[in-house]
């Protein structure tokens, strides 16, 4: 399979809607997901974007010949820590579940470590679910930090 890393375009982003949904799924909160598409698309791609990202495509065979398919994708957008300076903060990554196993979460993965790098930011964070050993399988081979001290706390407004 070959794998291609991309930025993510507002052409994508009925895609990454899907995904979402699929790993909300995943995370059993299917309920969740709450965005519109025009709330999602305006905030990586409007006036003042908020989140950043990058998708793994394949060219696939259809009726009409090829077709590009998107079968994972991590979202960032930048936080500042007092104690650290601007960090990256990764939202969601998932890899379709059919596409999971072929090295396509280490591509991406990977590009999120050189975009850290290119815009000088200090650091990686993200959140990962304690019972999803998968996920942390996965961290692991990157030497991951896991913090048992911290809640974390949401409100609605």
Sequence with gaps: MNINIRRAEQKDCKRLLELIHELAFYEKAPNE???TLDHFEESGFGANPVWWGFVA???QPTS??????ILGFALYYIRYSTWKGQ?????D????EQAR???I?????NQLIEEAKEKKLNGIVWQVLQWNETAINFYK???TSFDGEWFNCAIEV
Excluded: A
């Design 33 to 35: 997901v709450t965005v």
């Design 57 to 59: 495509t394949s060219l």
């Design 64 to 69: 009409k010949g090829e077709e590009e398919i």
């Design 87 to 91: 960090r990256m903060y990764l939202e």
């Design 93 to 96: 990554f998932i890899v379709t």
């Design 101 to 103: 196993n072929k090295g």
């Design 105 to 109: 979460g280490t591509l991406l993965f």
């Design 141 to 143: 081979k990157y030497n």
